[in-house]
């Protein structure tokens, strides 16, 4: 059975552009479905996780304004970051067995282009809130200071 968003499924219409994309890496094609490849299907599951790590940020954030949200935030671009070094990693690795049937154009617009958008984006992600949680621990370990100096006098 052809999963419904792919080339001759019913709701292809709706995901037009993943039709290039399926061709473009197998491993979001027919050739991974038909091979019984799970790391398509273990990368969704993470992204559901991930989403919900997002979403408990922002309410955490910008709702709640709970000074920890940003450890949960770090956390969830960590994951992020991580997976998307994994899956070029295993590229390189593979010998670019899921990509390395493009030509050079269709792999600079439609693979490297967006993949690296996921690289770059959590990268300055991991970056903003890793220098707000050393701020934050600065700051606290000031204060701890200050206290028990206070506590001496």
């Not at 968003?5 to 038909?34: C, F, K, R, T």
Request: proline share 5%.
């Amino acid at each position: 059975m052809r999963p419904r968003s792919m080339i001759g499924g019913d709701l292809h219409w709706i995901w037009e552009p993943y039709g290039i994309y399926q061709n473009v890496d197998l491993l979001y094609g027919i050739p991974a479905l038909e091979e019984g490849n799970g790391f398509t299907n273990a990368q969704s599951l993470m992204n559901i996780f991930e989403t919900i790590l997002n979403l408990t940020y922002l309410y955490l954030a910008h709702i709640s304004s709970w000074p920890p949200a940003t450890l949960i935030g770090f956390g969830s671009a960590s994951l992020t970051l991580s997976k998307t070094i994994l899956y070029w990693a295993q590229e390189y690795f593979c010998g670019y067995c899921a990509v390395g049937q493009n030509d050079m154009k269709s792999l600079i617009v439609y693979w490297i282009i967006p993949n690296g958008l996921w690289l770059l984006f959590p990268s300055l992600i991991v970056y903003t809130l890793g220098k707000d949680l050393c701020a934050q621990l600065v700051f606290a370990d000031r204060s701890a200071a200050a206290l028990v100096e206070g506590k001496k006098q």
